[in-house]
């Protein structure tokens, strides 16, 4: 992961970088070089050497994972300080915006007063150009946590796709962008945590966060909303339960693509999607499984190959995109091609889905209210249909949508809710509707058949949501040999 994580943030500081080339030109100009060197890649890094007095074989930590950017921050500190930015406000300043502090120095009266990093400089300029080792240092380390903190908090982050739940749009290996700017960036809820780590210590319990510092949920203005067909990294929201009890930025990252937003009414019918009773649009790269036979013998592993079919050993089924399976079903020695789907009516228990699944459990299994008790007979094909809440939306409480509803209204909305007797009590008080204060998503794999996904848990509450995946930038297929290992044809695809 590190060569692809190095290769992201260069990716992410690009847009910037280019916003500070006009003044690294003009101080360029100003120290004897020509404006034009600042342009070219590592060279230029040479050239901030030689204006600062660093020796030139410093060149070699910018190769050099982690150190490189430590590094490159205090080559950068050096270069501001040879025109004279002593200062730790100054030179923070100049670390965290660049992108403004280098055409203002370029472009107004600053001159270069010397490589600063000389014996000869800093007996000439005194204090003002000396620092003990651990100061000077630590302005370039800091500075380099603040910039990845705030890029990855309120901008942009990758992560890496671990299953095969979202394949053939995203595949395991898959490196992506997520933009946090599409619905806003959400304020942390435990400020106080160890920057770029996960919840826990591995293999441990221990916290990287502090509970004493608790924020209420809020989001930054962005761009838009979550629409349906969105492909959306949000938190897990089972992570709430025991024996995690996790807030709600730390839990786990999920992907998964928006079916359903605030206000629809959701149904699966033989594997088709509706929402409001229209069929939603199946994800290109969406995968189902399939049977079929031959008419003798087997099909070449090749053709098999060539359509991206994935073929599990020991299963008499096989998975692909509906674009494959067209494809295949019309060579002529296949046949009873179809596609393998759970009968309605029927509840698989093998594979009980939301909100009758024993592993995900949402009350009382024997709630009985005005004398009736839910049986849904819902399974992964067959679903539905349900409303998903939409903030301000008022449901009516009974045997049939307690079950469905008694999460977001507990757990997410943290409310005390309680069946006594034949009654619904939410907070202490007897009630028979709710008015919901969250909007909440419905959200599935493209890969339909191996996906944890709102039809086993739910619905995903508006907190959760982290932002909107939209391209992806590296691929490596750790099945592959070394040479093979990148997918070069999937280098920077945009998500659909």
Same mark, same amino acid.
């Given at each position: 992961m590190g060569i692809a994580f190095y290769i992201g943030v260069c990716i992410i500081a690009a847009p910037f970088l280019l916003l500070t080339l006009p003044g690294y030109w003009k101080l360029f100009k100003k120290a004897g070089w020509q404006g034009w060197e600042a342009l070219i890649p590592f060279y230029a890094t040479y050239v901030m050497l030689k204006i600062s007095g660093r020796p030139a074989w410093w060149l070699i930590w910018m190769f050099v994972p982690t150190i490189n950017l430590i590094v490159g921050l205090g080559i950068y500190i050096d270069f501001i300080k040879s025109y004279g930015k002593f200062t730790i406000r100054e030179q923070v300043a100049a670390s965290l915006l660049p992108f403004f502090y280098l055409p203002k120095l370029g472009f107004d009266n600053t001159e270069y007063l010397g490589q600063s990093a000389t014996p000869e400089f800093m007996q000439q300029f005194g204090k003002a150009a000396r620092r003990p080792m651990i100061i000077a240092w630590g302005i370039p380390f800091t500075s380099a946590v603040c910039i990845a903190v705030i890029i990855r908090?309120?901008?942009? !982050? %990758?992560? $890496?796709?671990?299953? #095969?739940?979202?394949? *053939?749009?995203?595949?395991?290996?898959?490196?992506?962008? $997520?933009?946090?700017?599409?619905?806003?960036? *959400?304020?942390p809820m435990r400020p106080i945590s160890v920057p770029f780590t996960k919840s826990t210590i591995s293999a441990t319990n221990i916290k990287t966060y502090w509970d004493g510092l608790k924020l209420p949920y809020f989001r930054l203005p962005g761009f838009g909303n979550v629409k349906r067909g969105d492909v959306v990294v949000f938190n897990y929201p089972m992570d709430a339960d025991s024996p995690l009890y996790r807030p709600v930025d730390k839990r786990e990252n999920f992907i998964k693509r928006c079916q359903g937003i605030p206000g629809d009414t959701l149904s699966v019918v033989d594997a088709q999607v509706y929402v409001n009773g229209k069929a939603a649009p199946t994800p290109p790269g969406s995968e189902m499984e399939y049977t079929f036979t031959t008419n003798g013998g087997e099909l070449n592993p090749q053709v098999l190959s060539d359509l991206n079919v994935t073929q599990y050993p020991g299963r008499d089924y096989q998975t692909m995109t509906k674009a494959s399976? =067209?494809?295949?079903?019309?060579? #002529?020695? $296949?046949?009873?091609?179809?596609? $393998?789907?759970?009968?309605?009516?029927?509840?698989?228990?093998?594979?009980?889905?939301?909100?009758?699944? +024993?592993?995900?459990?949402?009350?009382?299994?024997?709630?009985?209210?005005?004398?009736?008790?839910?049986?849904?007979?819902?399974?992964?094909?067959?679903?539905?249909?349900?409303?998903? +809440?939409?903030?301000?939306?008022?449901?009516?409480? =009974?045997?049939?949508?307690?079950?469905?509803? !008694?999460?977001?209204?507990?757990?997410?909305?943290?409310?005390?809710? !309680?069946?006594?007797?034949?009654?619904?009590?939410?907070?202490?008080?007897?009630?028979?509707?709710?008015?919901?204060?969250?909007?909440?998503?419905?959200?599935?794999?493209?890969? *339909?058949? =191996?996906?944890? =996904? %709102? *039809?086993?848990?739910?619905?995903?509450?508006?907190?959760?949501?982290?932002?909107?995946?939209?391209?992806?930038?590296?691929? !490596?297929?750790?099945?592959? %040999?070394?040479?093979?290992?990148?997918?070069?044809?999937?280098?920077?695809?945009?998500?659909?």
């Open positions: 908090m309120f901008f942009i !982050e %990758s992560y $890496v796709m671990p299953t #095969s739940s979202m394949e *053939r749009t995203l595949l395991t290996g898959d490196y992506f962008f $997520v933009n946090k700017l599409s619905y806003g960036a *959400r304020m399976a =067209d494809a295949l079903k019309g060579y #002529s020695n $296949v046949k009873d091609f179809k596609p $393998v789907i759970s009968k309605k009516g029927i509840t698989d228990p093998q594979s009980p889905v939301y909100p009758t699944n +024993p592993g995900h459990p949402v009350g009382p299994s024997n709630l009985m209210l005005n004398g009736k008790q839910p049986d849904y007979q819902w399974s992964v094909d067959n679903y539905g249909p349900i409303i998903i +809440p939409k903030k301000g939306w008022t449901v009516k409480l =009974d045997s049939l949508t307690y079950p469905i509803y !008694e999460r977001c209204i507990n757990t997410y909305e943290n409310n005390k809710l !309680e069946v006594k007797g034949s009654g619904i009590y939410i907070n202490g008080k007897k009630t028979d509707s709710y008015t919901f204060k969250l909007n909440y998503y419905w959200m599935m794999g493209d890969n *339909r058949h =191996d996906s944890d =996904d %709102s *039809r086993f848990w739910g619905f995903v509450p508006e907190d959760h949501i982290v932002g909107k995946a939209v391209l992806i930038w590296m691929s !490596e297929d750790n099945e592959d %040999s070394l040479f093979g290992k990148i997918r070069w044809g999937r280098l920077f695809k945009g998500i659909n």
